[in-house]
């Protein structure tokens, strides 16, 4: 199957700092890729949709100047959380279909705590 | 409105067979996907139903009513590393995967 990786995998940072995200397709060309957020014991929620050249689509909810997304090439999203605050503090995971069939693929995941 | 149910939490004794259901609303529809996720980790695919029926991947199988908006998802042959939570997804007229707040199974020895 097609591989998605995520980087870091751990981060910790301080309470207003920024964190970047990246989220790769490492064997396949990804126009789309979903950006996910999950609190302990709860589900996948969707925070926004990144497009390859264009701007990302944002969920109800989701401040777009606070998770900046950036889609620069077809196998490269990042996800930056900017002025982070404890509230921030999830697992966010990154997707991607291949465009070949309609299963996304899921990166690893990364837990940020923000202290 | 969009809305995804399913049970919170299924406990079951390994060797056994466990069916988690899973019922569905949602604008349009283009298919039901169920993964599998270990806690701490990513979700991983286990199946992709779009026709009403019955597929069948080895331990696991994946079924579909599309005209009573229900699917399930049959593990047998229960073994420990199946602890997981089982996450259920429909497919909007958008594309759009609408998530489930997953089924946690406990496999008892």
């Known amino acids: 199957g097609a591989v998605v990786s995520q980087h870091p995998s751990r981060v910790i940072c301080k309470s207003g700092t920024s964190v970047k995200i990246e989220c790769r397709s490492l064997?396949?060309?990804?126009?789309?890729m979903f950006w996910y957020r999950q609190f302990p014991k709860q589900s996948l929620m969707l925070m926004a949709t990144s497009n390859e050249g264009s701007k990302a689509t944002y969920e109800q909810g989701v401040e777009k100047d606070k998770f900046l997304i950036n889609h620069a090439s077809l196998t490269l999203s990042t996800l930056t959380v900017t002025s982070a605050h404890p509230e921030d503090s999830s697992f966010y995971i990154c997707s991607a279909p291949t465009g070949e069939t309609y299963e996304q693929y899921f990166g690893p995941g990364t837990r940020l705590t923000v202290t | 409105g969009q809305n995804i149910d399913q049970p919170t939490e299924m406990t079951a004794t390994e060797g056994a067979i466990v069916q988690i259901n899973c019922t569905y609303q949602t604008s349009g529809f283009n298919g039901l996907f169920w993964y599998q996720q270990h806690a701490g980790e990513a979700p991983t695919f286990l199946s992709y139903n779009v026709l009403d029926g019955l597929e069948e991947k080895g331990r696991f199988s994946s079924f579909l009513s599309r005209s009573k908006g229900y699917s399930y998802l049959l593990l047998k042959e229960l073994q420990m590393k199946d602890s997981a939570s089982y996450l259920c997804?429909?497919?909007?007229?958008?594309?759009?995967?609408?998530w489930g707040a997953g089924t946690k199974l406990i496999i008892k020895p």
């Open positions: 997804a429909s497919m909007d007229s958008n594309y759009q995967l609408i």
């Open positions: 064997d396949f060309q990804a126009t789309t």
